[in-house]
């Protein structure tokens, strides 16, 4: 492979290294979805949103579509929730590990020192979603 194809291959993983970019694909994957319930679920401002849209769309991993005065997102492909869903699993793998050893040093004697490195957080509890924002919606 040439470099321009690592290079591409960057862009990408630099496109995706945003949490706020994250979470809307991890949303987008229930269904299409309007912009006005992206926002509910989000705890960011509206130009914010905005802008990690646009983000996404340039990059062609996102689809937007008007519907009415509504814009309405959804994934691309297939194959988007397929790298979310393998990135989850190697952070389980990888979270797991860790958990593994912290409780074989606490077993060997003594409390282990607090991780340099703190584990993400869950991601936050559903909430109730505006009236007429429901998944694939």
Do not use: W
């Not at 690592?6 to 694909?25: C, D, N, S, T, W």
């Not at 793998?93 to 991780?115: F, I, M, S, V, W």
């Amino acid at each position: 492979m040439t470099v321009a194809v690592y290079q591409a291959k960057a862009e990408f993983f630099r496109m995706l290294g945003h949490p706020v970019r994250i979470r809307v694909l991890e949303l987008l994957q229930a269904g299409p979805t309007p912009v006005h319930c992206l926002l509910a679920e989000l705890e960011v401002e509206p130009s914010s949103l905005s802008q990690q849209l646009a983000v996404l769309r340039r990059s062609g991993i996102v689809t937007a579509t008007r519907d009415g005065s509504t814009v309405v997102y959804a994934l691309a492909g297939g194959d988007v929730a397929d790298l979310l869903r393998a990135a989850r699993r190697i952070l389980t793998g990888l979270l797991a590990d860790r958990n593994t050893l912290l409780a074989e040093l606490r077993a060997a004697g003594g409390q282990a020192a607090t991780p340099s490195t703190t584990p993400p957080a869950p991601p936050p509890a559903a909430r109730n979603p505006p009236p007429g924002c429901t998944p694939g919606r």
